[in-house]
Protein backbone atom coordinates (compact mmCIF):
# COMPACT_ATOMS: atom_id res chain seq x y z
CA UNK A 1 0.00 0.00 0.00
CA UNK A 2 1.25 3.50 -0.89
CA UNK A 3 0.56 6.19 1.30
CA UNK A 4 0.88 9.98 -0.12
CA UNK A 5 1.51 12.90 2.24
CA UNK A 6 1.90 16.83 0.94
CA UNK A 7 3.50 20.07 2.44
CA UNK A 8 4.40 23.33 1.65
CA UNK A 9 0.53 24.27 1.32
CA UNK A 10 -0.10 27.85 3.23
CA UNK A 11 -0.63 31.33 2.17
CA UNK A 12 0.93 33.89 -0.50
CA UNK A 13 0.25 36.86 -1.35
CA UNK A 14 -0.40 37.52 -5.63
CA UNK A 15 2.84 37.17 -7.49
CA UNK A 16 4.69 35.18 -4.82
CA UNK A 17 6.08 31.50 -5.02
CA UNK A 18 4.94 28.57 -3.24
CA UNK A 19 6.78 24.63 -3.53
CA UNK A 20 4.61 21.71 -2.77
CA UNK A 21 6.28 18.50 -1.85
CA UNK A 22 4.93 15.47 -1.92
CA UNK A 23 6.26 12.10 -0.25
CA UNK A 24 5.35 8.53 -0.72
CA UNK A 25 6.10 5.94 2.00
CA UNK A 26 5.26 1.91 0.92
CA UNK A 27 6.81 0.71 -1.95
CA UNK A 28 6.84 2.09 -5.67
CA UNK A 29 8.07 -0.07 -8.03
CA UNK A 30 7.58 0.00 -11.90
CA UNK A 31 6.85 2.39 -14.03
CA UNK A 32 4.80 5.05 -12.56
CA UNK A 33 3.98 8.67 -13.32
CA UNK A 34 3.23 11.50 -10.75
CA UNK A 35 0.06 14.40 -11.28
CA UNK A 36 -1.21 17.31 -9.19
CA UNK A 37 -4.53 18.61 -9.38
CA UNK A 38 -6.85 21.18 -6.93
CA UNK A 39 -10.13 21.64 -6.19
CA UNK A 40 -11.79 24.81 -5.31
CA UNK A 41 -14.90 25.66 -3.00
CA UNK A 42 -17.55 24.52 -5.21
CA UNK A 43 -15.81 23.33 -8.41
CA UNK A 44 -14.66 20.07 -9.74
CA UNK A 45 -11.19 18.61 -9.22
CA UNK A 46 -9.04 20.03 -12.20
CA UNK A 47 -5.84 18.87 -13.09
CA UNK A 48 -2.85 21.38 -12.49
CA UNK A 49 0.07 19.07 -14.20
CA UNK A 50 0.72 15.55 -14.85
CA UNK A 51 3.77 13.17 -15.94
CA UNK A 52 3.13 11.66 -19.23
CA UNK A 53 4.74 8.64 -20.64
CA UNK A 54 6.26 10.69 -23.41
CA UNK A 55 8.47 12.47 -20.99
CA UNK A 56 6.86 16.05 -21.40
CA UNK A 57 4.34 16.51 -18.82
CA UNK A 58 0.82 18.05 -19.26
CA UNK A 59 0.11 21.51 -17.54
CA UNK A 60 -3.22 22.82 -16.96
CA UNK A 61 -4.41 25.83 -19.63
CA UNK A 62 -4.32 27.89 -15.90
CA UNK A 63 -0.96 27.29 -14.82
CA UNK A 64 1.22 27.31 -18.07
CA UNK A 65 4.04 28.95 -17.89
CA UNK A 66 4.24 29.61 -13.81
CA UNK A 67 4.03 25.84 -12.32
CA UNK A 68 6.78 23.40 -12.87
CA UNK A 69 6.41 20.00 -11.96
CA UNK A 70 9.54 17.52 -11.09
CA UNK A 71 10.18 14.39 -9.37
CA UNK A 72 12.37 13.04 -6.70
CA UNK A 73 13.42 9.78 -7.34
CA UNK A 74 15.98 9.63 -4.34
CA UNK A 75 13.01 9.99 -1.96
CA UNK A 76 10.08 8.90 -4.24
CA UNK A 77 8.89 12.50 -4.02
CA UNK A 78 7.39 15.23 -6.31
CA UNK A 79 7.30 18.75 -6.06
CA UNK A 80 5.32 21.49 -7.48
CA UNK A 81 6.94 24.61 -8.39
CA UNK A 82 4.44 27.37 -8.30
CA UNK A 83 5.09 30.99 -9.47
CA UNK A 84 3.43 33.71 -10.28
CA UNK A 85 0.48 32.64 -7.44
CA UNK A 86 -3.07 34.32 -9.14
CA UNK A 87 -5.95 34.31 -6.60
CA UNK A 88 -7.60 31.80 -9.17
CA UNK A 89 -4.61 29.60 -7.88
CA UNK A 90 -6.50 29.37 -4.76
CA UNK A 91 -7.56 25.40 -3.70
CA UNK A 92 -6.93 22.19 -1.88
CA UNK A 93 -4.09 20.62 -4.10
CA UNK A 94 -3.62 17.09 -4.09
CA UNK A 95 -0.57 14.78 -5.53
CA UNK A 96 -1.34 11.58 -6.88
CA UNK A 97 0.83 8.66 -8.64
CA UNK A 98 -0.60 5.73 -10.70
CA UNK A 99 1.31 2.93 -11.29
CA UNK A 100 1.02 1.16 -14.15
CA UNK A 101 -0.44 -2.12 -13.81
CA UNK A 102 -1.34 -1.61 -10.38
CA UNK A 103 -3.49 1.39 -9.09
CA UNK A 104 -3.52 5.18 -8.37
CA UNK A 105 -2.79 6.81 -5.00
CA UNK A 106 -3.75 10.01 -3.90
CA UNK A 107 -2.49 12.17 -1.11
CA UNK A 108 -5.28 13.94 1.27
CA UNK A 109 -4.47 17.72 0.13
CA UNK A 110 -3.12 20.69 1.05
CA UNK A 111 -3.93 24.12 1.14
CA UNK A 112 -3.10 27.08 -0.66
CA UNK A 113 -4.49 30.83 -0.14
CA UNK A 114 -3.54 33.71 -2.30
CA UNK A 115 -4.77 36.31 -1.33
CA UNK A 116 -3.63 40.17 -0.54
Known amino acids: QVQLVESGGGWMQPGGSLKLSCSAS????????WGWYRQAPGSQRQLVAV???????NYGDSVKGRFTISRDNTRNAVVLQMNNLKPEDTAVYYC??????????WGRGTQVTVSS
Open 51 to 57: ETIRGTP
Open 96 to 105: NVWIMGESTY
Open 26 to 33: GDIRGTYF
